[in-house]
């Protein structure tokens, strides 16, 4: 009887292996060479949320086991936030504060690029975001370069089987 309720939920464990799968493709490297994204923490703070909310987007309106996974996913992501910033020296003090402008960049981001993600084939505003986001305001053609890779992530996950993502089990298209 215990065992039962102390063992994690299908959906938690499903959450951290979509999690785990976005971080690797978050740290691959042709992101921050070919693609120039910046290799600061922030750099990866908008790399690592391009890829999860891409994967939060696939997720979403697919019934009460796929939010479930979504929010398993999500949860695990602020998990790992918070854990950065304890790493990066942030004192416990300060790490709520930072958290909260962090959760309130992340959905100001989700909603974003849901935007974005509405308007394609036209990438216009997701190059946009990019441009501000992730390059600062910088580099115009890398983040169109950004951008495509970003749109073929999407059209990527769209095509993969919701039971398959559902089971932890997603490949990405190479960076």
Known sequence: MLNRLFRPRPARLTGRALYASCVEQARSPALYTAFGAPDTPTGRFEIYTLHIVALLDRLGGHGPQAAETAQALFDTYVKALDH???????????????????????????KSYQNAY???????????????????????????????????????L?????????????TWRAA
């Open 84 to 110: 950065a910033l304890r790493e990066l020296g942030v004192g416990d003090l300060s790490v709520g504060k930072k958290m909260r402008k962090l959760g309130e960049a992340f959905f100001g981001r989700a």
């Open 118 to 156: 509405k308007a394609l084939p036209d990438r216009s505003e997701l190059e946009a975001l990019i441009a501000r986001t992730v390059y600062a305001g910088g580099d115009g053609a890398k983040a169109t370069e950004l951008a495509a890779y970003a749109a073929a992530q999407r059209e990527h």
């Open 158 to 170: 769209e095509g993969q089987p919701l039971d398959e993502i559902l089971a932890g089990r997603i």
